[in-house]
């Protein structure tokens, strides 16, 4: 059998082991000096280390470089960097975020020489014992045999000798298997010491998975008709450009930006689709941000005024800001009567020593965040008005004594119509300017007042300015020396006027030298009255909305008066203690006015409750030398705006005290409408009127 000639073989090698020895150990203690001598091998040496430790003779090749002392004790040194010269450096992604390939920025530098999948998994995992679990293989089992497996590894050169010995035993080997399957052996794979054992956070990995952007395919066939409607389309849009062209235009500079309007039309037909929906949308993004304002505005009552008796407040809501037009001033404000949340702002310069450029803005309570439209101009803006039936077209006053109107509904930031030196150009800046009703032959015109004395009527004919000279102011009584001794009247500048809103032919004119002249379209050569309103300019001048004797006029000697334009002397005078800017009267009562002024405060009276004294005076500027410059009522919400020298707009909401109605009696109707409003200014008239003046009236 080949156990028994296995058995011999082992015990011929033993005998001639014990031979060679001079004691033969018993079979145990072999195993030990086995053990002993495999760990001695580590650190002995072996015979030939006498050879290994001569000296050895070095053969040079004949071919080999003959290197100097100094070039070879020169150091070369070579860095060796982990970035793989043969990796990629172009490579590109799809970016779904914008639609394009990207290059990618980081480039893997790891270099994979080999791999090779395996299938093997260490005895002691989960895995293992799961399938070992699952084919019914005992873990005592698979313990003694790897444990046999380890011993015979360690001891491969004694090998013989413990098979000899294990014969021997017979019985004992299988008790000496047991008990050394049950002693723990040490990890073969990462064996540390335990005192350098740390615990290692697991690898955690995270993905995220998004859904891509949704795709459409498109697919559309070219017909014969399809494409001659297309060039039909074209041709028509060439004839429209060949016509705007045509057209004879003021100065060269304009000429040149209807080209490139024209050429800019083709190029944004794509962005005007897109236009009316992101301007929706930058809308409700500013609403949903400044939703608290917009709150107070619709729905904020102050509950205090039920505690004072008379006096308001004015409550700050949106602030209107444009960067490019930080540094200019205020200079004009006007709401327009169709859009009743839009109005236009005119930028420019009261410092004379300070004119560059000026900019027109329009703004909408919508949108605080950024004007609607933008109109830089060469000069600054003085004045401005909006038409009334026809809110697209705009009249703007300039420093420079032009006049132009914008229309817009054009798609360029230049006038349609603009005043020149050919056609009666003023030759001072242009104070104010106000829209009148259509002439004769339906033509729009406007006036307006400068500081070299005309009042000029501009009328829209075709596509120029035609002007006309109203009346020439003059000083009365000042005489000036001419050529040859003749006698010439010196002339007055006008700052301010306002046309009467029930009498078309009547006006009233303030000027530089504080005077108010009460003039009428059919008379140029003389004035029906003139009042001695002012010691410096009238800065405003303006009649009421309701009764039909009284204006008001404000002048920078810090009064505001309020007159009957039958009594030359003031009905109402009001010291306000700084030079006042604007003065407006309010919509909704004739009793009603407003007033800012140039140490950054906002005056308030209402005559039918406190005929001496504002209801409301508060300061609404944030630094203090900030001045205000104008001041305008909505047409119909209950709101201001005001402007001061630093570019800025400020809306302020009136509370119930500054807006007071009649109180509504039990069983009896409030009485409403303009008859009303006259009644009660006529009322307060009469107190101050004297008695001659009421027998004459």
Same mark, same amino acid.
């Given at each position: 059998?080949?156990?028994?000639?296995?058995?011999?073989?082992?015990?011929?090698?033993?005998?001639?082991?014990?031979?060679?020895?001079?004691?033969?150990?018993?079979?145990?203690?072999?195993?030990?000096?086995?053990? $002993? $001598?495999?760990?001695?091998?580590?650190?002995?040496?072996?015979?030939?280390?006498?050879?290994?430790?001569?000296?050895?003779?070095?053969?040079?090749?004949?071919?080999?470089?003959?290197?100097?002392?100094?070039? &070879?004790?020169?150091?070369?040194?070579?860095? &060796?960097?982990?970035?793989?010269?043969?990796?990629?450096?172009?490579?590109?992604?799809?970016?779904?975020?914008?639609?394009?390939?990207?290059?990618?920025?980081?480039?893997?530098?790891?270099?994979?020489?080999?791999?090779?999948?395996?299938?093997?998994?260490?005895?002691?995992?989960?895995?293992?014992?799961?399938?070992?679990?699952?084919?019914?293989?005992?873990?005592?089992?698979?313990?003694?045999?790897?444990?046999?497996?380890?011993?015979?590894?360690?001891?491969?050169?004694?090998?013989?000798?413990?098979?000899?010995?294990?014969?021997?035993?017979?019985?004992?080997?299988?008790?000496?298997?047991?008990?050394?399957?049950?002693?723990?052996?040490?990890?073969?794979?990462?064996?540390?010491?335990?005192?350098?054992?740390?615990?290692?956070?697991?690898?955690?990995?995270?993905?995220?998975?998004?859904?891509?952007?949704?795709?459409?395919?498109?697919?559309?066939?070219?017909?014969?008709?399809?494409?001659?409607?297309?060039?039909?389309?074209?041709?028509?849009?060439?004839?429209?450009?060949?016509?705007?062209?045509?057209?004879?235009?003021?100065?060269?500079?304009?000429?040149?930006?209807?080209? $490139?309007?024209?050429?800019?039309?083709?190029?944004?037909?794509?962005?005007?689709?897109?236009?009316?929906?992101? %301007?929706?949308?930058?809308?409700?993004?500013?609403?949903?941000?400044?939703?608290?304002?917009?709150?107070?505005?619709?729905?904020?009552?102050?509950?205090?005024?039920?505690?004072?008796?008379?006096?308001?407040?004015?409550?700050?809501?949106?602030?209107?800001?444009?960067?490019?037009?930080?540094?200019?001033?205020?200079?004009?404000?006007?709401?327009?009567?169709?859009?009743?949340?839009?109005?236009? =702002?005119?930028?420019?310069?009261?410092?004379?020593?300070?004119?560059?450029?000026?900019?027109?803005?329009?703004?909408?309570?919508?949108?605080?965040?950024?004007?609607?439209?933008?109109? +830089?101009?060469?000069?600054?803006?003085?004045?401005?008005?909006?038409?009334?039936?026809?809110?697209?077209?705009?009249?703007?006053?300039?420093?420079?004594?032009?006049?132009?109107?914008?229309? !817009?509904?054009?798609?360029?930031?230049?006038?349609?119509?603009?005043?020149?030196?050919?056609?009666?150009?003023?030759?001072?800046?242009?104070?104010?300017?106000?829209?009148?009703?259509?002439?004769?032959?339906?033509?729009?015109?406007?006036?307006?007042?400068?500081?070299?004395?005309?009042?000029?009527?501009? #009328?829209?004919?075709?596509?120029?300015?035609?002007?006309?000279?109203?009346?020439? !102011?003059?000083?009365?009584?000042?005489?000036?020396?001419?050529?040859?001794?003749?006698? &010439?009247?010196?002339?007055?500048?006008?700052?301010?006027?306002?046309?009467?809103?029930?009498?078309?032919?009547?006006?009233?004119?303030?000027?530089?030298?504080?005077?108010?002249?009460?003039?009428?379209?059919?008379?140029?050569?003389?004035?029906?009255?003139?009042?001695?309103?002012?010691?410096?300019?009238?800065?405003?001048?303006?009649?009421?909305?309701?009764?039909?004797?009284?204006?008001?006029?404000?002048?920078?000697?810090?009064?505001?008066?309020?007159?009957?334009?039958?009594?030359?002397?003031?009905?109402?005078?009001?010291?306000?203690?700084?030079?006042?800017?604007?003065?407006?009267?309010?919509?909704?009562?004739?009793?009603?006015?407003?007033? =800012?002024?140039?140490?950054?405060? =906002?005056?308030?009276?209402?005559?039918?409750?406190?005929?001496?004294?504002?209801?409301?005076?508060?300061?609404?500027?944030?630094?203090?030398?900030? %001045?205000? #410059?104008?001041?305008?009522?909505? +047409?119909?919400?209950?709101?201001?705006?005001?402007?001061?020298?630093?570019?800025?707009?400020?809306?302020?909401? !009136?509370?119930?005290?500054?807006?007071?109605? +009649?109180?509504?009696?039990?069983?009896?109707?409030?009485?409403?409408?303009?008859?009303?409003?006259?009644?009660?200014?006529?009322?307060?008239?009469? !107190?101050?009127?004297?008695?001659?003046?009421?027998?004459?009236?």
């Amino acid at each position: 059998m080949p156990l028994k000639a296995g058995t011999q073989k082992s015990k011929q090698v033993s005998s001639q082991a014990a031979s060679q020895s001079v004691k033969a150990p018993p079979p145990k203690q072999a195993k030990a000096a086995s053990k $002993k $001598k495999d760990d001695d091998d580590t650190t002995e040496m072996g015979d030939g280390t006498e050879e290994w430790m001569q000296g050895k003779t070095l053969f040079k090749p004949s071919d080999q470089l003959e290197l100097t002392e100094v070039e &070879l004790k020169e150091e070369i040194t070579r860095i &060796l960097t982990a970035n793989n010269p043969h990796a990629p450096q172009n490579i590109v992604r799809y970016s779904f975020k914008e639609r394009a390939y990207k290059p990618i920025s980081n480039v893997d530098q790891l270099a994979i020489h080999f791999s090779l999948d395996g299938n093997m998994l260490h005895k002691d995992s989960d895995e293992a014992r799961r399938q070992a679990a699952k084919m019914g293989i005992s873990e005592r089992t698979t313990t003694t045999e790897t444990s046999t497996g380890e011993t015979e590894e360690r001891t491969e050169a004694p090998a013989s000798m413990e098979e000899a010995g294990e014969v021997e035993e017979g019985g004992r080997g299988g008790d000496s298997r047991k008990g050394k399957s049950e002693q723990k052996i040490t990890n073969q794979f990462n064996f540390s010491e335990r005192a350098s054992q740390t615990l290692n956070n697991p690898l955690k990995e995270r993905e995220s998975q998004t859904e891509p952007p949704p795709r459409a395919n498109f697919s559309a066939s070219a017909n014969q008709w399809e494409i001659y409607d297309s060039y039909v389309d074209d041709l028509a849009k060439q004839e429209r450009n060949k016509e705007k062209q045509k057209a004879p235009p003021t100065k060269k500079e304009d000429d040149k930006s209807k080209k $490139k309007i024209t050429s800019i039309e083709t190029q944004s037909d794509d962005i005007s689709k897109v236009a009316k929906s992101s %301007k929706i949308i930058e809308r409700m993004v500013n609403q949903n941000t400044f939703d608290d304002i917009a709150q107070d505005f619709k729905y904020f009552q102050d509950a205090s005024d039920e505690f004072r008796e008379q006096d308001g407040t004015l409550l700050p809501l949106w602030k209107f800001q444009y960067d490019k037009a930080k540094r200019l001033a205020v200079t004009a404000l006007c709401w327009s009567q169709t859009y009743k949340d839009m109005y236009a =702002v005119g930028h420019g310069s009261y410092d004379f020593t300070k004119q560059s450029r000026g900019m027109l803005l329009f703004y909408t309570l919508k949108n605080s965040t950024f004007p609607e439209f933008i109109f +830089p101009t060469n000069s600054g803006v003085m004045c401005l008005d909006i038409h009334k039936v026809h809110p697209y077209l705009v009249a703007v006053g300039f420093y420079d004594g032009c006049v132009a109107v914008y229309n !817009l509904k054009e798609g360029g930031v230049q006038p349609v119509f603009k005043s020149t030196a050919k056609c009666g150009k003023h030759t001072d800046p242009v104070w104010q300017v106000k829209w009148q009703k259509d002439d004769m032959d339906n033509n729009q015109n406007f006036f307006s007042v400068s500081s070299d004395g005309r009042v000029v009527s501009w #009328t829209l004919v075709k596509n120029e300015l035609v002007y006309t000279d109203i009346i020439k !102011l003059s000083v009365d009584g000042a005489l000036m020396d001419g050529p040859e001794g003749m006698q &010439l009247h010196t002339t007055a500048c006008g700052t301010s006027f306002d046309f009467h809103k029930q009498t078309d032919y009547l006006f009233l004119v303030g000027t530089e030298e504080g005077k108010i002249h009460k003039c009428s379209k059919a008379y140029s050569s003389q004035f029906l009255e003139t009042y001695q309103a002012h010691n410096m300019a009238v800065d405003a001048v303006r009649w009421n909305h309701f009764h039909p004797k009284v204006f008001i006029s404000c002048s920078s000697d810090w009064t505001v008066k309020i007159w009957d334009h039958t009594i030359k002397t003031p009905m109402f005078t009001f010291d306000l203690n700084a030079a006042v800017g604007d003065v407006a009267w309010a919509p909704y009562s004739s009793t009603v006015f407003a007033a =800012v002024t140039t140490d950054g405060k =906002v005056h308030v009276f209402d005559l039918s409750v406190n005929k001496y004294e504002a209801i409301c005076e508060q300061l609404v500027v944030a630094k203090k030398k900030t %001045k205000l #410059t104008h001041i305008e009522f909505n +047409p119909v919400h209950p709101i201001i705006i005001v402007g001061d020298d630093r570019g800025y707009v400020t809306s302020l909401k !009136l509370s119930p005290n500054l807006r007071r109605q +009649p109180k509504e009696k039990k069983g009896q109707e409030v009485p409403k409408g303009p008859e009303v409003e006259v009644a009660k200014m006529e009322k307060l008239l009469n !107190l101050l009127r004297e008695p001659e003046s009421l027998d004459k009236k």
